[in-house]
């Protein structure tokens, strides 16, 4: 939260833990910029019934003093190497981890309409690191 009389509570924000994410649970979506199209992802309910659900990390009343650090994309993360899921391992059986992360803002149903609406602010940056010798 910029708010500095306000925890954000309406919406708060949630990110799915991703090995509890495979990819057939992905959704590919496209936004349309006036320059360009880029995509993103969403997470459908795991389609086989014999799955847990997706395990989700909740954070409420986070205040000024508070930010998280989402993953945008990681081009050695499992899903961007071609295997079927994040932290189990990339295409030549490495340990790998998450591609990126998939997280929401939400309705919590326990908060009042009337709570004051989330101020924010996003910073996206770009970590290159050189490949080890």
């Known amino acids: 939260s910029i708010d500095p009389d306000n925890p954000v509570k309406n919406p708060p924000l949630a990110c799915i833990d991703a090995t509890s994410v495979t990819v057939d649970d992905l959704r590919t ?3 349309h910029y006036v320059d360009r199209v880029g995509e993103n ?3 459908c309910p795991p389609s086989s019934s014999n799955r847990q659900q997706h395990a989700w990390w909740y954070y409420p009343d986070m205040t000024m003093q508070e930010a998280l650090l989402l993953k945008q994309w990681d ?3 499992g899903v961007a ?3 079927h899921c994040d932290g189990n391992g990339n295409s030549n059986g490495a340990k790998a981890p998450s591609t ?3 997280h929401s803002a939400f309705i919590d149903p326990s908060v009042s309409p009337e709570s004051a609406p989330r101020k924010s602010i996003e910073v996206r940056c770009v970590v290159i ?3 080890d010798s």
């Open 29 to 31: 979506f496209q936004i």
């Open 41 to 43: 992802y969403f997470a």
């Open 75 to 77: 081009s050695i993360g």
């Open 81 to 83: 190497c071609g295997a």
């Open 100 to 102: 990126f992360t998939v």
């Open 129 to 131: 690191w050189e490949k």
